[in-house]
């Protein structure tokens, strides 16, 4: 699986636009993004998964670039409870191995 | 409501007591994981099984054994359970169709060996 570059932590004011970077250079061309994030100890929680086009869901937004190598996840009104570490992985969608390979991830904060 | 469930949450033993956690989930998924969780380690793989009696190593199998008898469970055993195996143990099973391989965490298991 490619590795993931993220920024360590990041703030955001509550009821913001929460955009975080993750760059994934050597990803091939069945790699999926996914973005995962765990709240204090809690179990990991699925956000959003892509391969080229941008996604949405009700959670969040994943904005890919042209060329694959890096993306943003989109929290578009952070709330409290999104203090969290977001961690984005990129792995073979349903091939291969299940294992998921977090990083450090990106410790957001969101204060009031 | 789909969800993974760990038994106990959290555990206090000492060395060499034989321990299980268990894992249960509702969601009929093939593929079930365990992972430990230490500071600056981020989560690794012990264990995974494919399907009902098919499991294998992950990254950190030694001290663990897995069992998979049926669909729904996947205990994890500590034979002689050490120090060095105080961490935080999550199972996850995994939901797959189409580009979908998105891996269902339960809430966690705190463990400390004494």
């Known amino acids: 699986d490619a590795k993931t570059t993220q920024p360590t932590s990041m703030d955001c004011a509550e009821g913001r636009a929460a955009n975080l970077p993750c760059n994934h250079s050597t990803i091939s061309g069945n790699e999926y993004v996914y973005w995962y994030r765990q709240i204090h100890s809690q179990g990991p929680q699925y956000i959003i998964h892509g391969l080229k086009n941008n996604e949405t869901n009700e959670m969040a937004s994943l904005i890919i670039t042209e060329d694959r190598k890096s993306s943003t996840l989109i929290l578009p009104h952070a709330t409290l409870r999104d203090t969290a570490v977001y961690y984005c992985?990129?792995?073979?969608?349903?091939?291969?191995?299940?294992?998921?390979?977090f990083g450090q991830g990106t410790r957001l904060t969101i204060n009031p | 409501e789909a969800q993974v469930t760990q038994n106990p949450r959290y555990l206090i033993t000492v060395t060499g007591k034989k321990l299980t956690v268990t894992c249960s989930q509702n969601m009929n998924h093939e593929y079930m994981s365990w992972y430990r969780q230490d500071p600056g380690l981020g989560l690794r793989q012990i264990y995974y099984?494919?399907?009902?009696?098919?499991?294998d190593k992950g990254d950190v199998p030694e001290g663990y054994k897995v069992s998979r008898k049926e669909k729904r469970n996947f205990p994890l055993i500590l034979e002689s359970p050490s120090p060095n195996q105080t961490s935080l143990y999550f199972c996850?099973?995994?939901?797959?169709?189409?580009?979908?391989?998105?891996?269902?965490f339960g809430p966690g298991t705190r463990l400390t060996v004494l």
């Open positions: 099984s494919m399907n009902v009696e098919v499991t």
């Open positions: 996850a099973s995994v939901a797959r169709g189409g580009s979908r391989n998105t891996q269902y």
């Open positions: 992985i990129v792995r073979v969608g349903i091939q291969g191995a299940q294992k998921l390979v």
